[in-house]
């Protein structure tokens, strides 16, 4: 006897983002399975998916905003469901991916939260693991599995290339981003300048911009980092280019975070412009002026096309993901 298997895709979405995950769902054509998320009166998550999933290759949608720890956590427990119900091949679909600077130790007496994460989302079925602009490339290499590291990038430029004008500078607001910020550069024909930076030890939100290297006089100025959290190094580094002679300064970042007091710094701030995408939920209350939101839903619908298809994910991006 001859059996030909018929593939199946099965999408899931924690509660973390669930409008993203509609929104890569409607760009794949299907519905998103059932996942019949609850949680209990002392905070216990339970899952119980809403249809077999034997044999199917499922993807588990979940980005780790906060409250990360239960965001995560939630993934965890949706990728254990699945593989407990005997899905073929599990891959966990981390658009904004935790603990992702915590990726090295910078001192003594530290973990690296990052290699835990990727651990935990081993041991708990992960054969895969798709994400958007990781803070470092390095985490790659924490998972023995596959990593299809997702990049933003082709959203951004179109942005740039439609709003931007003429003679632009990228900036890098420190020397961390000088070799993605680079990348942009080359694609727009465009100038590069970076910030000079130092955070005082013993610090975790704290920077001080110490001057710029490349010319900004006069021109219209894009900083490019992958995050923004509190917004002190992006909101630093744009006083110093403004200092400098800039005419126009815009922020574009990968994932907005916007802890406190993010929001509040950037409406004083003197960005024109505020341009995150969508891998990080934002709530009402944070959507001030400034802030514009890019969609990565179909980045990341067709990744999961090309991992469900085998086919090569980094074509889409024409190499331009590696880092």
Not at 4 to 33: F, M, N
Not at 77 to 101: E, F, L, N, Q, W
Not at 125 to 144: C, E, N
Not at 151 to 173: H, Q, S, W
Request: charge should be negative; proline fraction near 4%.
């Amino acid at each position: 006897m001859e059996l030909v298997t018929k593939k199946r895709l099965q999408v899931y979405s924690g509660r973390s983002h669930p409008d993203l995950a509609r929104d890569i769902a409607d760009h794949l054509g299907i519905q998103l399975g059932e996942a019949n998320l609850k949680t209990f009166a002392n905070g216990e998550i339970k899952c119980q998916l809403g249809e077999s999933v034997r044999g199917s290759d499922v993807f588990i949608v979940q980005t780790h905003s906060h409250p990360v720890n239960e965001a995560l956590m939630e993934q965890l427990i949706m990728i254990d469901t699945a593989k407990r119900a005997s899905a073929k091949r599990i891959t966990a679909v981390c658009p904004y991916y935790g603990y992702s600077r915590q990726d090295r130790k910078a001192e003594g007496r530290e973990p690296i939260t990052a290699k835990l994460v990727a651990n935990m989302l081993v041991a708990a079925g992960a054969s895969r693991v798709v994400s958007v602009d990781l803070h470092s490339g390095q985490i790659q290499g924490f998972f023995d599995k596959p990593v299809d590291h997702l990049t933003a990038m082709p959203v951004l430029l179109d942005y740039l290339k439609r709003e931007g004008g003429e003679d632009l500078v990228i900036v890098a607001p420190d020397a961390g981003r000088v070799k993605v910020a680079e990348r942009y550069a080359q694609f727009l024909h465009a100038d590069l300048a970076f910030v000079h930076k130092t955070r005082p030890k013993g610090t975790l939100s704290t920077v001080e911009a110490k001057g710029v290297i490349g010319d900004v006089d006069g021109r219209r100025c894009v900083v490019i980092d992958d995050m923004i959290d509190t917004a002190g190094t992006i909101v630093a580094a744009a006083d110093i280019l403004k200092a400098k002679g800039a005419t126009e300064v815009w922020a574009m970042a990968t994932h907005g975070l916007l802890s406190d007091p993010a929001v509040d710094r950037l409406k004083n701030s003197v960005f024109e412009r505020v341009v995150i995408t969508d891998t990080v939920p934002l709530p009402p209350e944070k959507a001030i002026d400034k802030i514009e939101v890019l969609s990565v839903a179909k980045i990341i619908a067709d990744a999961i096309d090309a991992v469900f298809e085998d086919t090569s994910v980094s074509e889409i991006f024409d190499g331009q993901n590696q880092s």
